[in-house]
Every structure is written in structure tokens, then in C-alpha cells.
């Protein structure tokens, strides 16, 4: 992962006024592993999201020193596999966004599906994936998020939608917490302090600086590149 930092965290604040548009890159990825051997994922992902679905204990298949839960493809009937497959669409996105300095917004132009995904489709699915794109644009002035996708647009209030870090290792970590299932979760924010606030793909109240990587357990989001205009 490389970015293109522009000036350095002690004169951030004040060069930052010179900068027109700050431009930056994520990547969300649903943690539900899908390859030749069937499917892994967290137990507790399991249990809310198929909890007819029997799986047994092994090891991650990118990472050997954590154990997961894992089902092979025969595990998962006509309606898991349906919804394992929306979970799949749903979840894999790319945020190409513009913080535009003066105006104070930010748009978000997210597409969903990559080379990755229309592989799971095309093997494990049987079916030809087609991307699919929308756009976000987050007003600070206005305190107003719009949400648009090809056939209908949402207006949302920042007070209804944005999220309260909660602060540890001084403040280079952090977590908030939502709801998934009937289980409140805790989900972890990994921070950069050479980034400004704006880089960031959620919207929160108190973060005073850009966000690397946020953790939760359905998702992973990754900021994957930074320049300045």
C-alpha cells in the first residue's frame, strides 16, 4: 500500500487550506471466505446469518494462527446459498471519493464488484456478476448526506447516520459500536495521523484524523490510496 502524502502531521492543519481536493480510495471486502473447499467465516457470522447451516472449527485460509468456522458448498441449500450470494454482492465495494476543501463536501462514487467477485460468481455461483454503481455526497455545511442509486435517492440527517469513536491506545485505535442481528458489536477503527479528518469511509462525529482500516464483523474496509490536488 503506498499514498502520496503531500505534507507532514505538524503542518497538516495549515496547509491543508492550500489544498483544493483531497482524493482517496477503500475497499470493502465481506469476511465470508468462498474457494474451492467451501466457505469460512467467523462462528458468530454463522450463527445470525445461517444458523441451519452445521459448520465445524478450522483454520483461517489466509491467516493459519486464527480458527474459524467453515461449511462446505453441500452445507449451504437454495436459500443459504441465495443469501450468501447477496451478502457477497452487497459487501464488496470500491469507494472512489473527492473531499472537496472549499465547498466542504465529500462524493463518494462506489462501485460494487471487482475481478474477485465475478470469479465467486462465475464458479461458486454459476452466474455472471454485473457491477453496480451509486453515488454518496456528504454536505458538511448542510450537515446532509445524499444517496442516490439509479432509481431512487435517500436524504439522510449526519445526526441520524453518524457513528461515535470510542478512543484507545491515544487515539491511534479506536471502536464503535452498531447492531448485527440480535448482537451489539464492536467494531474496530485503525487510524493514520498524517491523514485529515475527511479520509474516512463512515461518517463519525469525533475522529480528528483519517482512517486506515475499519474492522468489523461482517466487513473489512481498507483505504487503499491518498493524494492531494
Known sequence: ??????????KLDKVI??????????????NYIINDEG??????LFQIDFPDTK???KKHPSDSTVICGFSPHKGFGNNNRKKLKSIIYHSNETINAIHYVVSKKTIFNVVRGDDE??????KYFRERFYNFG???????????EKK???RVSYEHEFSKISKKIEFIENQNHGFYSSSYGDFIIKNLVFFNKRLPKFVSPILFVNNEFGIEKIKNIDVTIELK?????
Open 117 to 122: 467477485t465475478k470469479l465467486i460468481f462465475k
Open 1 to 10: 500500500m503506498q499514498f502520496n502524502y503531500s505534507f507532514s502531521q505538524e
Open 39 to 44: 466457505v469460512f467465516a467467523d462462528t458468530l
Open 148 to 150: 442516490t442509486y439509479p
Open 17 to 30: 487550506d492550500n489544498v483544493k481536493e483531497i482524493h482517496f480510495v477503500y475497499k470493502k471486502k465481506s
Open 225 to 229: 490510496s491518498v493524494y492531494y490536488n
Open 55 to 57: 459448520y465445524i472449527l
Open 134 to 144: 451509486y453515488r454518496q455526497e456528504f454536505d458538511f455545511v448542510k450537515k446532509i
